[in-house]
């Protein structure tokens, strides 16, 4: 089954502690991209990378890491994690450029609390 | 940066009723996505535009892709309870160098009273 898959789906962590939100995706899609969803705000792009080692800031990079040394991984990195990262996230993926190519398919989310 | 404006945020209403949203920004889109989010999961596509005027129907939903490249509407007909959720729009832009970038709306959370 073609899936995008994130791990944990929930976490509850304390502010400075390093942690990370893993992201892998079966499909072999080029794209990948991670979104933060708060109360509001719809949907904003942390970060997303084109491909292998290929990585570029969304628009709300702060306070974030990723790697792409896999295809299908797309880990998501809080290296000193605060409250104002608490958030529900997204790991999405796509085909890659062009109409079409570039529908994005979600994993089904991972809810992150900072206490 | 770009942004997109949904609206309505939330909607209330009966079973059996139709709905309507939509999107509009300033900016100029080359394709319109539709997605819905259930609770507690991930945005599902529903609907793909890619052609301004563009109709595209899915089952009870039917979306267009507005003739200015700016807007996007999206119209559930005869809800019924598993309507409830909440509905993207996301428009994108095709940037040489972010590949296809999704502009996201706000969201529209939809209840339905049985």
């Known amino acids: 089954e073609a899936q995008v898959t994130q791990n944990p789906r929930y976490l509850i962590t304390v502010t400075g502690k390093k942690l990370t939100v893993t992201c892998s995706q079966n499909m072999n899609h080029e794209y990948m991209s991670w979104y933060r969803q708060d109360p509001g705000l719809g949907l904003r792009q942390i970060y997303y990378s084109m491909n292998v080692e290929v990585t570029d800031k969304g628009d709300v990079p702060e306070g974030y890491k990723v790697s792409r040394k896999e295809k299908r991984n797309f880990p998501l990195i809080l290296e000193s994690p605060s409250p104002n990262q608490t958030s529900l996230y997204f790991c999405?993926?796509?085909?890659?450029?062009?109409?079409?190519?570039?529908?994005?398919?979600f994993g089904a989310g991972t809810r992150l609390s900072v206490l | 940066g770009q942004q997109l404006n949904q609206s309505p945020q939330s909607m209330f209403i009966q079973e059996g009723e139709d709905v309507s949203m939509n999107c509009t920004s300033s900016s100029i889109f080359n394709t319109w996505l539709w997605y819905k989010q259930d609770p507690g999961e991930g945005p599902v596509l529903l609907i793909a535009l890619y052609k301004a005027g563009e109709l595209t129907s899915n089952g009870r939903l039917t979306a267009q892709f507005g003739i200015t490249r700016k807007d996007s509407f999206l119209n559930i007909s005869a809800s019924i309870p598993s309507d409830v959720g909440i509905y993207f729009c996301a428009g994108q832009l095709l940037f040489y160098n972010q590949g296809g970038k999704l502009i996201f709306g706000q969201g529209t959370e939809l209840s339905v009273k049985p």
């Open positions: 999405a993926s796509s085909l890659g450029r062009g109409l079409a190519k570039n529908i994005q398919y």
